[in-house]
DNA sequence: TCAGATATATGATTTCAATCATATTGGAGA
DNA sequence: TCTCCAATATGATTGAAATCATATATCTGA
């Protein structure tokens, strides 16, 4: 598994690997962050707990990611990390990076891109969240490539009651909208 | 007005300053980017529009915060910026800075840190929109400070029906958890 | 192969926010 | 000062998603 510039390159230096199994944490929130990371195998979720204890998924990790790089200029961990499936993850020393950055305009500009990358994506998501139609959400998930793990994860990161999902899945697929592939696994019904 | 690090100095070269009046925009979503900005004074909304016309209030500038930073990397805008008041606002060009982050690590890590910190304000606002009921959403976002310009304005910043935070600003006022402080101005009521 | 656990799926009911309607207030501008 | 307009505010109704319940399918591990 490689990682986009500058992982691969001028942080090779600051890795290590560890494996985790189903269940365990990366991190958890309030932690000191230690380390950026890279997934290669397996799945983590970030997590936020709320205060009332709603958990809220605000990010699902998949292989070739890198994730909590925004903790590299934090105090604290702003979420939990959750294995899901046991996973093969590479930890960047967050001081480590810290120093080859100041020292290299090209890492600290790409970092600066993988930021800006994810803004999108989280603007993106709040774009999402947003719908209020139930049904216009599901598909805007779908399209969006969301749906990559099972669907009560799914449900539970576009904010909908994973019953809700449910139904909204059969009703697009009855209305030719969306195709399903398998227990579990739909696809967006290409227009033609 | 003064702008954190690295605006007021290393970048204020690239600084042009540019003056709009309620109702016209900054920028569009789609557009080529051509700068940075800072807001000096007034108010600028940053929002998107969804295939289906509903409009999403991604950020609501305030006076001395910078905003599209994220456009130093993407190809276009990726939403609207609305000027909602007369607004003084500083343009940095975007090549020029683009460049001088590119010989300058401090520069570059000063963006990085920009990025994160923005990453962890869209985590936040995430977590708020899935909250569901709508008295608790109120509350977090009151306490999260979001209510800086009218209640219709927050009201959309946090994704409700302007009824609906009307009817709930009513209760937590009446439940002593929120102060009334005027016509529109309403705060959390410190506990003891 | 079997048992238990969990994801998938759907039905019935409830709840609560959206919507529609209608005042009322306060501010901007003539 | 007066008028107009938008924000604030609240009432009535509707509608859609959450919740609770239950059943089935699939996977895991014993």
Sequence with gaps: MKFSSPFDSALAGTARKISLHDGEMVFRQGDTPF???GLI????ELQRHTQSGHRVIIHNAKPG????????FSESYHCDALVLESSEIIAFDRQLVLEIAARNP????????RFAAQIQTYRRKIELLAIDSAQERVFAALADGLLTAD???FSAEIGLAHETVYRVLATLVQQGLVRKKGRGLYAIEIMS
């Design 41 to 44: 195998a397996g799945r983590v």
């Design 151 to 153: 669907i009560k994860t």
């Design 35 to 37: 380390a950026i990371f």
């Design 65 to 72: 990611e890198t994730f909590a790089e925004a903790s590299l």
């Design 106 to 113: 090209d890492v600290a500009l790409a970092l600066s891109q």
